[in-house]
């Protein structure tokens, strides 16, 4: 088999090698920290998925080596492939922010912002995009589009008026179910996800529609309303499953399991799973096993980026930004995002839940 | 001259017989004769562009064309024509369906598609039926089917009827469609030339750009180049609508001025009902509005013809499009608010949902318009109205995001006064209209 070749891209004044074929996102992702573009509708282990967001808009200065002209219109980074001598502005380009921007302004038009009873609050992608790129102020007076909570099955919930149609969660039925129930509806700003004539999702692996929910559009019915994220301490876990890798993420406040999710990367996707298959779990070990003694629990999970929850904690972990690159990359310090433990009295903030042996505990924080 | 519409009044012309008499199917005996490349070659030099909107040049877009071996390729008309104020296709459709359908099997030809497609808009309900009957008489009589006059090509023409919506004209939306599925634009690349319908080689023309070839077999592609103007070649058909004295489909040649074509007895014979002319879209709903003085002359203060070139002169600062041919004329007592509120409304109902800034980008623009409308708007809002169209523009995935923002961007451009009127006499923009401006009057020029 042919090698395949390496070329050069260089993101923000800084050059990656990355093999042809690779999208310009990913090479941004490979330098990694606040050169990625965000992305709110890309998902890497879900073909087709991409290109309708318009959050990692980014210019293309220089086409490449062997055509060097710029492309004329702001691109897709996740669907665009890299090219070699490719130069890319992502940060760097004041059209690109405005674009984000406004890209951000978009989606929450018609977002209830109803963050302090949503349960994917302190993980929302949504929310992450609004602390970098929104405003404060909305500039919208007219009516939000509004929908009645949907109940599509015994597990999941959906709640449209949160939804940004990213349409990640049709991909992932499509892909790792044997049937998809639900689709788009209707079209423009009517469009909506949805089952034909109330139907349920019962599918074996439906419930990682709820992982690749950007937004608290898919919440899981078990942990609705139970825990605010940022209170639970996330543990990596296992278990002997049939159907899936059996590699979880457990969220728990002292011995109590809350929830139980798949694990996750810094890009806030599902991470690889030891058989190098994308670690997507079963509805049984999301749903039924919520009892610490159902799983071998391995340790405090590795979180960065795409979580409140972990800004300041987990000091190890975080994300460190690679050496010798700030300096060539002016204004691209990792943003501090709001550190919920600050400003929350349930704890104090000299207890740092890094330092805890074993999973928080409410006596933790007395 | 005329080219296309040159035999639309003979009678029967919509049947075999009568358009075989007036010389029909000679161009596709002689296209027979040739090989595809120099069909393709023929077309190249012919100049002809794409008469869809966008005007690429149909010869360079089909030498694009990928051809791996064993893959079948594909030809696919748009006849999705739902722009508003275009409606050329319909009519070369309905009276002339064999030149349409001589003109697909040449091309077919010379790109080589077995199989091709009509894919026609859902709202043209008669207008299928009409060419499935032309295409069984040209199966009837040899011009259609297995080994076409024994030259051992094959090929089959289908119509599709879509549903009714405006994003299958968009051509991946048209491919998706066409497959069966949601009319969700692709995101390009790959483009359909490489890959297109079931991921076959696939090369998307419009109606009008289709039935051009005919003529261009017949006269030979130089001697076509030589009609018209610089890069725009050949004849136009326009569907003129509006206030004026005489709407309807007209063929042009491209050294036709705007004035002339507005005011000439031969062709639209001016502005109803002895109004003023106020403000036109020269190419279908998306393409910029431009006031009567701009319109005419261009900012340079030379006559304005046309063509390509001459309407977008200026850029979008102080020109236009060509576009699709949809020649909407306003005449004083329109107001351009509201006309852009009804366009803004418009384009939120045929957005398909898919990519952000249009989804919720052209019914904000639309609830902005309406409140300047309706007298509840204020300053703010135009500087707003500004910004969201600026933000639409160019980040989205297919051109209806941009078709959204441009006309509301020409409207304030050309005619912010009118907008500020509305905010400022909210009472007195319920009950009379802004009428004419100094810009009404077609001999003085704003600079840019």
Excluded at chain 2, 253 to 278: H, M, R, T, Y
Excluded at chain 2, 290 to 315: C, F, H, I, V, W
Excluded at chain 2, 353 to 359: E, K, L, M
């Amino acid at each position: 088999m042919a090698e395949v070749q390496n070329i050069k891209v260089t993101i923000d004044n800084i050059t990656v090698e990355v093999p042809m074929g690779t999208t310009i996102l990913e090479a941004a992702r490979k330098v990694g920290g606040e050169v990625a573009p965000p992305t709110m509708c890309y998902y890497s282990h879900l073909k087709g998925s991409g290109g309708k967001c318009r959050t990692c808009l980014v210019e293309v200065s220089k086409g490449s080596e062997k055509d060097p002209r710029p492309m004329p219109k702001l691109v897709a980074s996740c669907r665009t492939g890299a090219m070699d001598g490719m130069e890319v502005k992502s940060m760097t380009s004041e059209k690109v922010i405005d674009a984000r921007n406004g890209v951000t302004e978009f989606l929450l038009l018609n977002h209830p912002l109803d963050c302090p009873v949503c349960d994917q609050a302190g993980e929302c992608h949504l929310q992450d995009l609004s602390y970098e790129n929104g405003t404060e102020a909305t500039r919208t007076t007219f009516e939000r589009r509004t929908f009645e909570p949907e109940d599509i099955g015994p597990n999941i919930q959906l709640h449209m008026n949160r939804c940004i149609m990213c349409f990640r969660c049709v991909f992932a039925a499509e892909q790792l179910t044997d049937y998809r129930e639900h689709g788009i509806l209707d079209r423009g700003e009517h469009a909506r996800i949805s089952t034909c004539i109330s139907k349920s999702l019962d599918h074996d692996f439906i419930g990682n529609v709820i992982d690749v929910c950007p937004v608290g559009a898919l919440t899981d019915k078990t942990f609705r309303f139970k825990q605010r994220v940022w209170f639970t301490k996330p543990m990596d876990a296992h278990c002997a499953c049939t159907k899936c890798s059996g590699e979880v993420r457990l969220w728990m406040r002292g011995d109590e399991v809350y929830r139980v999710t798949a694990r996750k990367d810094e890009w806030g996707e599902v991470a690889i799973a030891s058989n190098g298959k994308p670690g997507w779990i079963c509805n049984e070990c999301r749903f039924e096993k919520k009892k610490a003694s159902d799983w071998v629990i391995e340790g405090p999970s590795n979180i960065s980026r795409h979580s409140v929850i972990s800004q300041g904690h987990y000091n190890k972990t975080v994300h460190e930004p690679q050496i010798g690159l700030l300096a060539e990359v002016i204004g691209k310090q990792p943003i501090m995002k709001m550190d919920i433990h600050d400003v929350s009295d349930v704890n104090k903030p000299n207890v740092h839940l890094s330092q805890i042996d074993g999973p928080a505990h409410s006596e933790d924080f007395k | 001259m005329k080219l296309l519409l040159e035999n639309a009044h003979v009678e029967g012309i919509r049947y075999y017989e009568a358009y075989r008499k007036t010389g029909g199917y000679r161009a596709l005996e002689k296209a027979l004769k040739m090989t595809p490349e120099e069909l393709v070659e023929e077309v190249k030099k012919s100049g002809l562009r794409g008469r869809g909107g966008a005007g690429f040049p149909t010869g360079l877009k089909w030498s694009f064309l990928a051809k791996p071996e064993g893959v079948p390729r594909h030809l696919v008309v748009n006849a999705d024509e739902s722009e508003p104020g275009t409606f050329k296709d319909r009519y070369l459709m309905e009276f002339l369906p064999h030149l349409f359908i001589e003109g697909m099997i040449i091309s077919s030809f010379a790109l080589g598609s077995n199989v091709s497609y009509v894919y026609i808009r859902g709202e043209y309900a008669w207008i299928p039926d009409i060419l499935e009957q032309a295409i069984a008489e040209a199966k009837a009589n040899g011009w259609l089917g297995k080994n076409i006059l024994g030259t051992g090509f094959d090929c089959e023409i289908y119509v599709h009827r879509g549903a009714g919506a405006y994003i299958c004209g968009e051509e991946t939306a048209l491919i998706e469609s066409l497959e069966g599925k949601r009319g969700n634009p692709r995101i390009k690349p790959p483009f359909p030339a490489i890959q297109g319908v079931w991921m076959r080689p696939t090369v998307v023309n419009n109606v009008e750009t289709i039935a051009a070839v005919v003529p261009i077999i017949n006269m030979g592609g130089e001697e076509y180049g030589k009609i018209g103007v610089g890069r725009s070649t050949g004849t136009k058909l326009m569907s003129a609508c509006g206030n004026l004295k005489r709407p309807g489909v007209y063929e042009i040649p491209f050294d036709l001025s705007v004035e002339e074509f507005i005011f000439g007895d031969e062709w639209c014979q001016g502005i109803a009902n002895g109004k003023k002319l106020k403000a036109c879209i020269p190419g279908g709903s998306s393409v910029p509005i431009l006031p009567a003085n701009l319109l005419l002359k261009t900012a340079k203060g030379e006559t304005r013809y046309m063509n390509y070139e001459s309407l977008s002169d200026g850029g979008f600062q102080t020109g236009s499009m060509l576009g699709s041919g949809g020649f909407i004329v306003l005449d004083e007592d329109q107001c351009v608010v509201r006309h852009t509120m009804t366009l803004a409304h418009f384009y939120m109902h045929e957005s398909c949902g898919q990519c952000s800034p249009c989804r919720e980008g052209t019914g904000w623009m639309y609830r902005v318009l309406k409140n300047i409308e309706n007298g509840k708007g204020k300053m703010e809002d135009i500087y707003l109205l500004w910004d969201i169209q600026r933000r639409i523009e160019g980040n989205t995935i297919c051109p209806l995001g941009d078709a959204a923002a441009w006309p509301v961007a020409a409207a304030i451009r050309h005619f912010r006064d009118e907008f500020e009127w509305h905010v400022l006499n909210p009472e007195e923009s319920q009950t009379r209209n802004f009428g004419l401006a100094h810009y009404a009057n077609p001999l003085e020029v704003v600079s840019a």
